[in-house]
T-cell receptor, first 112, second 113 residues
Framework: DVKVTQSSRYLVKRTGEKVFLECVQD?????MFWYRQDPGLGLRLIYF???????EKGDIPEGYSVSREKKERFSLILESASTNQTSMYLC???????????FGDGTRLSIL | QKEVEQNSGPLSVPEGAIASLNCTYS??????FFWYRQYSGKSPELIMS????GDKEDGRFTAQLNKASQYVSLLIRDSQPSDSATYLC?????????????FGPGTRLSVLP
């Protein structure tokens, strides 16, 4: 079974802090994704990566950056956290083209 | 902008009935199609993948794909209260910028005992 592990289930941070969300997959998947999910807005793609050291902007990249130094790890960075970034953050990975995405358990992030 | 549409629901069905969930998509070049189940407060879980026209069955679940009409559906037979969840349709295609994986907004299903 595919295992996508997110570092924290719940996280509370303060406005202005730099926040790191970590995601690790154990299936040698090429592609990795970061989404946020808010009530009534569905899944929104923040950033994705098709290869090590490669990244592409999704639909809502503002205020975020990512890092993929190793194939199995994809990190999401909130450069200066704001209250409107309070959300459920979901990491996903996929083997390649035409393959489904597999999700981690999610991190519920609260910015106070 | 590529779109995937679903009725938001809630769709309510009695226990033991067939639940029918529908999804339409705008990109004719889409090549792969997926259904995810998401329980409240949890992450999406893949339940079906379908790549060619026709039906694909897996236990109580049947996915149906019609590329000419640009719709994909999910049937759940013998619905159980544990099937109550939000069901997300996802469509994968490719454009000049690479892979394009789009999720629908989801349909909330409620199975009544």
């Amino acid at each position: 079974d595919v295992k996508v592990t997110q570092s924290s289930r719940y996280l509370v941070k303060r406005t202005g802090e730099k926040v790191f969300l970590e995601c690790v997959q154990d299936m040698d998947h090429e592609n990795m994704f970061w989404y946020r999910q808010d009530p009534g807005l569905g899944l929104r793609l923040i950033y994705f990566s098709y290869d090590v050291k490669m990244k592409e902007k999704g639909d809502i990249p503002e205020g975020y950056s990512v890092s993929r130094e190793k194939k199995e790890r994809f990190s999401l960075i909130l450069e200066s956290a704001s209250t409107n970034q309070t959300s459920m953050y979901l990491c996903a990975s996929s083997l390649g083209r035409n393959q489904p995405q597999h999700f981690g358990d999610g991190t519920r992030l609260s910015i106070l | 902008q590529k779109e995937v549409e679903q009725n938001s629901g809630p769709l309510s069905v009695p226990e033991g009935a067939i639940a029918s969930l529908n999804c339409t998509y705008s990109d004719r070049g889409s090549q792969s199609f997926f259904w995810y189940r998401q329980y409240s407060g949890k992450s999406p879980e893949l339940i079906m993948s379908i790549y060619s026209n026709g039906d694909k069955e897996d236990g109580r679940f049947t996915a149906q794909l019609n590329k000419a009409s640009q719709y994909v559906s999910l049937l759940i037979r013998d619905s159980q209260p544990s099937d109550s969840a939000t069901y997300l349709c996802a469509v994968n295609g490719f454009d000049n910028y690479g892979q394009n994986f789009v999720f629908g907004p989801g349909t909330r299903l409620s199975v009544l005992p």
